[in-house]
């Protein structure tokens, strides 16, 4: 496993309930080679809004030599139909665009939203992505001239039986937006664990391939193929995390890290552990 991950950087993701500057003494020394900065809220009160501590963040990254991206806020859904409500989430990822530039961030991890009918109808989600498409054609152009990139995070897949589904829960997706912006500031996030998620084992290579040239980084957590937890990495599942990376490195030549994504600093430094081999 240590070879597979030669040349591969090993970083965190701050999320639910780590404030960022507590995160970034507590992991100083561990190792992390990068740090996701996951925005809490887009309220007046979230940090997305405070210049200062923005500029103290940056301060610590520069003096540690880690780079940052950020992750905009949960529940925003660029998949939605209703013009005036889909305009908030267009906003919203905006601002977390100015955020991450403030951060000199690299990039922003954002997901494309949801829809209530089944992913059997293929017709309604075609036209779902072609508002998709438009939404983040509006945020690139609104945020012209910025040097952050945005990152289209792949979402869980439902099955056909359930009701809604997820933008973005598939390669040909994520690529048909690619393909349909044409953006040099536009990329992807590969989640390891969604793309487990009700689906074949061939799924995260397939995934994978169709858009590998265009990968910014790895979101890495564990689930047990149902439920998006956001668990470690368990010892037990080593053999198939080799696969995994396997993967990563036959396909993925760009320094794209592996940014470990549960919601506890523990169990992160369990899955740090596990893929370094020391478990």
């Known amino acids: 496993m240590k070879e597979q991950l030669t040349g591969k950087r090993i ?3 701050c999320k ?15 190792g992390f080679e990068h740090v996701e900065l996951g925005i809490p809220g887009s309220d007046p009160d979230s940090p997305m809004f405070d210049a200062f501590y923005l500029q103290q963040i940056r301060a610590l990254a520069e003096e540690r030599e880690l780079p940052l991206s950020v992750h905009s806020p949960m529940g925003t859904n660029l998949a939605e139909k209703v013009n005036r409500i889909r305009e908030v989430s267009v906003q919203i990822v905006c601002e977390a665009v100015k955020t991450a530039e403030t951060l000199g961030a690299r990039w922003v991890t954002v997901h494309l939203g949801s829809a209530g009918f089944s992913n059997a109808e293929s017709a309604q989600k075609s036209r779902c992505m072609d508002i998709v498409a438009s939404a983040v054609r509006e945020i690139l152009q609104r945020t012209e001239g910025s040097p952050v990139q945005l990152g289209l995070e792949n979402l869980p897949c439902n099955p056909a039986e359930l009701g809604f589904c997820r933008m973005g829960d598939r390669g040909e997706e994520l690529r048909y937006v690619l393909d349909q912006v044409s953006s040099d500031r536009l990329g992807v996030i590969i ?3 969604h793309a487990r998620i ?3 084992d061939t799924a995260f290579r397939e995934l994978v391939t169709a858009v590998r040239e265009r990968i910014l980084g ?3 957590h564990w689930n047990d193929r149902m439920t998006d937890t956001h668990s470690a990495i368990p010892r037990k599942a080593r053999a198939e995390l080799e696969g995994y990376l ?3 490195r036959e396909l993925v030549t760009a320094d794209a890290p592996l940014l470990l994504e549960s919601y506890k600093l523990e169990d992160n430094l369990t899955s740090l552990h596990v893929l370094r081999g020391t478990l």
């Open 198 to 200: 009700t689906a074949s």
């Open 11 to 13: 970083g965190i993701c």
């Open 218 to 220: 790895f979101h890495v």
């Open 246 to 248: 396997e993967t990563i």
């Open 191 to 193: 989640d390891l664990a």
């Open 16 to 30: 639910k309930g780590l404030g960022w500057k507590h995160l970034m003494h507590s992991i100083d020394g561990m």
